[in-house]
């Protein structure tokens, strides 16, 4: 059974950076996507970015290019949110998840079967 436990969350002014860790375990990965998605409050969840943990192919929602970035470090099955310039709009849970999906779905939240508890991003102005 897949774990994913997040961690790293916290407040931050505008303009800093954060940096999320999710540490999986109970499987093997190399056929896995592994996302990171947010829901803001009265909000549905939505979709950040995901890595595709064999080959390393990133994918990014368009309000998160240019500032997030995605990775994993296979030896410690973890992946990374690394979040910089921050904007209160981007303060919310965030999620990690995994899931045996394809690259034609990996923003769908429907394609992943593993979440972690998630972790509170909060924004200030």
């Known amino acids: 059974q897949v774990q994913l436990v997040e961690s790293g969350g916290g407040l931050v002014q505008a303009g800093g950076s954060l940096r999320l860790s999710c540490a999986a375990s109970?499987?093997?990965?190399?056929?896995?996507?592994m996302g990171w998605f947010r829901q803001a409050p009265g909000k549905e969840r939505a979709f950040v970015a995901a890595v595709r943990w064999s080959a390393g192919t990133r994918y990014y929602a368009d309000s998160v290019k240019g500032r997030f970035t995605i990775s994993r470090d296979s030896a410690k099955n973890t992946v990374f949110l690394q979040m910089n310039s921050l904007k209160p709009e981007d303060t919310a849970v965030y999620y990690c998840a995994a899931g045996q999906t394809g690259s034609s779905s990996v923003s769908r939240d429907r394609a992943y079967d593993a979440w972690g508890q998630g972790t509170q991003v909060t924004v200030s102005s």
């Open positions: 109970g499987r093997t990965f190399s056929n896995y996507y």
